[in-house]
């Protein structure tokens, strides 16, 4: 079986909830190592480079914390997975 144990994402994100609370929000459910690097800000949104490991990556749920927060995945930009 094949597993997800890095992922960069491109999200998209509104000021609330902060940087820290949104980590918080994605490493939480699948015990996550979660670093978020703040790329462009602007007067409402905040874009973000989520780089996500850890030995088992559920995709579908780290979609669902993202949405959630109420941010939006704008891209997959790399993938490390491990058979």
Known sequence: MVHVTRLVLDVLKPHK???L???CLI???GGYRVNVTVLEMDENTETLRVEISGEQIDFDAVQRAVSE???SL???DEV???G
């Open 74 to 76: 704008h891209s997959i």
């Open 80 to 82: 490390d997975v491990q």
């Open 27 to 29: 490493a939480e459910p």
């Open 17 to 19: 909830p902060n940087a």
């Open 69 to 71: 927060a109420g941010a």
């Open 21 to 23: 609370e949104f980590s």
